[in-house]
């Protein structure tokens, strides 16, 4: 902010930095800050806001005043204020500084800087705090909370699989083993050589099997579940060269309305915004949900014929 310069005041006035009376020029900021030219010319300044203050707290390269350390943004890795540009992830409302962005290993889940509240699991994966604080561990808890999507499918949705899917709890690397596997029986999606994929389902005769990867987020994980049980239902009702768009997008919509119904309304949101074919797929189903409803709906996903370019 510029300053503004006065002539010599008719009334007394004192600076506010070293106290004394102002006998000839001063400087007076749009804050009210009154600095004389003495303290004006030789005082440190603040690294954000730049105006001369008393005493300034030394923070990595750079100084702040008290003013700007109560105001501005702290970085959601390593706490410093953050002065300049800034990263967010996701839409996670919390700022990263560049430095942070640019240096720490990123979350597998949502991309976010570590802090010194994330956690690197048994696996190997990072989960930044905010995915730590709704991790789920164990075992029991994954397979409880894959019984709450069955229910939540046949309720909300009125979907059941023929034959219920095993589930397993994977490491990344036997997920990615078992996607490596199954590759030649099933066309692999076309973007899924760059996504952190985190459950796959499988089909062998009457054997189903879905697999997760082991510590996600809750809203991760359920969303995950229904997406990989929503296949086990088409592999029941839809053709098997059915379009991507489509059998993702439904596995999607499936994902998204269960999200929906157990109140996890941020994280079904988030999916809305992708702008791969899964992405694409849920807005598909979406759109055609609120425009002809929802026999539509499983109407299209059962359809025999691919009629999308």
Known sequence: MMPLLFPVPLKPKFCHLCGQPITGHYIKYSTGLVVCAQCQQHTAR????????????????????KTCLATLPRCGACGKPISGKFYRFGDSPQPYCLECAEQRPPCDVCG??????????????????????????DEQSVQALYQMVIQQAQTVLGISAATLPTLIVADPPELATVRQNF????????????????????QQGAKRTIYVERGLP?????????????????????????????????AEWVAYRIL??????????RATRREDIYGQGLRYFITLEQQSG??????EATAQSNHLD
Do not use: M
Not at 46 to 65: D, K, N, T
């Open 46 to 65: 603040c690294s954000h806001c730049h105006q001369p203050a008393r005493s300034l707290q030394q923070i990595g390269q750079q100084r702040f005043c």
């Open 112 to 137: 976010a800087p570590l802090g010194k509240d994330g956690q690197r699991l048994a696996g190997g994966q990072y989960r930044c705090g905010e995915c730590a604080r709704t991790l789920v561990l």
């Open 183 to 202: 590759a030649a029986r099933r066309p692999a999606s076309p973007e899924g050589a760059i996504q952190h994929v985190v459950g796959f389902f499988t």
């Open 218 to 250: 809750r809203a991760s994980l359920i969303g995950t579940l229904a997406h990989e049980y929503a296949h086990a239902w088409q592999a029941d009702h839809n053709p098997c060269d059915q379009k991507t768009l489509l059998h993702e997008g439904f």
């Open 260 to 269: 929906v119904a157990l109140g996890h309304t941020r994280e079904a949101a």
């Open 294 to 299: 929802r026999q539509h709906v499983f109407a």
